[in-house]
């Protein structure tokens, strides 16, 4: 980090006998220009990665939410690292390949990869295999899903934690009692209210997000996935939020579906929907239902509770358990994310060739 300094500090620290002005100028005008040409070629490096990156899709590896306790030494090591591939079927699946990943090893208990891809494949519908087909979609997707559960979780544990602080007669610091009132504000409730937000802050079913996104999205090749990245086709009729028109829109409709960035930014949004909209009040209640008893959250179980989801209301639940169970869906609900492999994800973009490695980011 380089630090600014004034000329008044740089000349008070100079002895009175040696000062000259306009040797000082000359050097403060040098450095300033040194600085100037440093962050010109970083500005220009960096335009120039995103022209090559442009339109590329990229996967994202990330560690593992740090863990209470850990010693200093494994936060140390903890990056994030972007990777940029060819946006095509064959270069996330052989990507795949190299991470040796597959579907039927994470069923029988092997952890999914903690690899984030930023959109499927545009030519993901030309892929003829259709078991090909919704295999890359669930690995694409079944990732992120689970990170954002995992989120999900990270949160609903810390409001416990202050749950039990408070219960024990202990008061809470100011930085927790601003938190717990922003998160509060965000999810809709008062900032003790610990029902509602403990209704609101918890995962959805992984066989049940990946069931509605196959279904929205056409298994990940409709227009609205392939342009932005909508999943799960939600809808808008903000014109302040980013949205694709539907070509079959009546004249007199205003709405839109929603479009996202990444992949990433489509799962959060689905699952802030359904944690908080007031048509999905059963489904919060269900689930609340299954914690208390200690039942695993179930995706064909739960499906009854999101039949608002679509105007055809118990036919649409009746398509997602059929889905769930066709596929083999009801599996995955037992899935986690594994541990930091991030120099293994990087060592299979490597052997592939066609990846950059555009990004470290120490600590992250």
């Known amino acids: 980090m380089i630090h600014a300094e004034s000329k008044q500090t740089i000349q008070a620290a100079l002895p009175a ?16 220009a040194a600085l100037a040409g440093t962050l010109l070629l970083a500005a220009s490096l960096a335009l120039t990665s995103h022209v090559r990156t442009r339109g590329m899709l990229w996967v994202e590896t990330t560690p593992p939410p740090p863990v209470a306790g850990a010693p200093a030494p494994i936060a140390m090591t903890s990056r994030r690292v972007r990777l940029y591939l060819g946006n095509s079927v064959g270069a996330l699946a052989a990507y795949f390949r190299r991470l040796d990943y597959r579907l039927i090893d994470v ?3 092997a952890d999914v990869p903690r690899v984030f891809a930023s959109a499927l494949p545009r030519d993901l519908d030309e892929l003829q295999s259709v078991e090909q087909r919704k295999s890359l979609f669930l690995r694409t997707v079944l990732p992120l899903v689970l990170r954002e559960n995992e989120r999900l979780r990270a949160e609903r544990a810390r409001l416990l934690a202050a749950r039990a ?6 008061a809470l610091d100011p930085d927790e009692r601003a938190w717990l009132d922003d998160f509060a504000q ?17 995962s959805i079913p992984p066989s049940l997000a990946l069931a509605q996104a196959a279904t929205e999205s056409a298994w990940g090749t409709s227009r609205f996935v392939r342009e932005g990245n909508a999943l799960f086709g939600m809808w808008t ?10 070509q079959e829109r009546d004249d007199e409709a205003r709405h839109r579906v929603r479009s996202f960035l990444t992949l990433e930014e489509s799962v959060r949004a689905y699952m802030r929907t359904l944690n908080t909209h007031w048509a999905y009040r059963e489904f919060r209640d269900r689930r609340a239902t299954l914690r208390l008893a200690r039942k695993r959250l179930s995706g064909l179980v739960l499906a009854s509770e999101v039949s608002r989801y679509s105007e ?3 036919v649409y639940t009746v398509q997602l358990r059929s889905l769930i169970r066709s596929n083999g869906l009801q599996q995955l609900d037992r899935t986690a994310l594994g ?15 066609n990846a950059a ?3 470290q980011e120490p600590g992250r």
């Open 17 to 32: 006998p040696e000062r000259r002005p306009g040797r000082v100028k000359i050097a403060l005008a040098a450095g300033v």
């Open 107 to 109: 069923r029988s208990g």
């Open 165 to 170: 602080r408070l219960q024990a007669g202990a």
């Open 186 to 202: 965000r999810y809709g409730t008062a900032p003790r209210d610990w029902g509602m937000l403990l209704r609101r802050v918890d």
């Open 237 to 246: 009729w903000s014109d302040e939020v980013p949205g694709i028109v539907p």
């Open 312 to 314: 055809q209301r118990e």
């Open 339 to 353: 541990g930091d492999a991030t120099d293994v994800a990087v060592a299979a973009a490597g052997v592939l060739g």
């Open 357 to 359: 490695l555009i990004a």
